[in-house]
């Protein structure tokens, strides 16, 4: 396995397109100059798959059933786009993460590609009130370890990255690298992903890679705006930057934000860090596990 891994995170805009060759040519730009950066593994947000309703026309694109069909539909082909590039270019790639019918309703799924084709994927674990109250995306069933020659990659999406024992469960499988991609309409939801994200890079003393949506796409039920920046978290550690933002783009602004990281340093931290959440998360249990004690005053 390599221990130096450059990590390239998108803040990506959605575009309309009028044929899936468009599609594969923007996807292939993105890629390219991310490769050209000098980046390994390249990291799509949520929903970026969404700008694919377009091929369905106008009304299609507006109706919130209608847009996660046409998507679905495509997902053969996205795959078989993102396997070309990685291999092509020998990195590996989060796709961005859309619609996927394995049953009567979909779920909100990540694959992630690399020189060899399709390694596997991800599905959404907690759905937010959007996807469950309007939406009818179901959470998807089990986590998924991804031991690549870049090291273990974990993936926690969006709502996800919120709730510790998922990324715990990863990291304690030996995840070194947690890619956290996502879909904020205000700056509110994007804050909520990013202190989330930041979290887990702190209690599991690992990297946490955040790749969201950005810009404005009326045309698109239910991702119409977005906020974010890209970003790349490490823990606040020695030899870490002091705020854990080893590095990160614009506000709103399209683009890769990219950082290299070392293997090495993460399994010293986790051994050796000046503070050691990562080993100590255990004892928890055994303090959770007295009796509170309840004053009132």
């Known amino acids: 396995m390599s221990d130096q891994v450059t990590i390239a995170a998108a803040a990506y805009p959605l575009d309309w397109f009028d044929s899936f060759s468009e599609y594969e040519a923007k996807i292939a730009r993105w890629v390219d100059e991310a490769v050209e950066m000098g980046a390994e593994l390249l990291v799509f947000p949520e929903y970026g798959a969404m700008e694919l309703a377009s091929l369905g026309g106008k009304d299609v694109a507006a109706d919130l059933e209608g847009a996660l069909v046409e998507v679905a539909r495509h997902k053969p082909a996205v795959d078989a786009l993102h396997a070309r590039l990685a291999t092509a270019h020998g990195v590996h790639i989060l796709g961005g993460s859309g619609p996927v019918y394995t049953g009567a309703r979909p779920v909100n799924r990540a694959t992630l590609y690399g020189p060899s084709g399709v390694l596997g994927h991800q599905d959404k ?15 998807g069933t089990g986590q998924t370890l991804f031991d690549t020659p870049l090291g273990r990659i974990g993936v926690v999406i969006c709502y996800d990255s919120e709730f510790p024992l998922l990324a715990r469960q990863l990291t304690e499988a030996g995840v070194e690298i947690l890619l956290a991609p996502s879909c904020t309409e205000t700056w509110a939801g994007f804050s909520r992903v990013r202190v989330g994200a930041m979290a887990r890079a702190l209690e599991n003393q690992c990297v946490a890679v955040h790749a969201p949506l950005v810009g404005d796409a009326a045309w698109c039920v239910g991702v119409e705006e977005n906020t974010g920046r890209a970003a790349l978290y490490g823990p606040p550690d020695r030899g870490w930057p002091d705020n854990g933002i080893l590095a990160e783009g614009g506000i709103d602004t399209p683009g890769w934000t990219l950082a290299t990281i070392s293997r090495k340093q993460i399994a010293e931290t986790r051994a050796d860090g000046v503070v050691l959440n990562h080993l100590h998360w255990s004892e928890q249990a055994d303090r959770v596990a007295v009796p509170l004690t309840q004053l009132k005053s």
């Not at 674990?125 to 959470?139: G, K, L, P, Y």
């Open 125 to 139: 674990q907690i759905m937010t009130r959007f996807e469950r109250e309007d939406w009818d995306v179901v959470a």
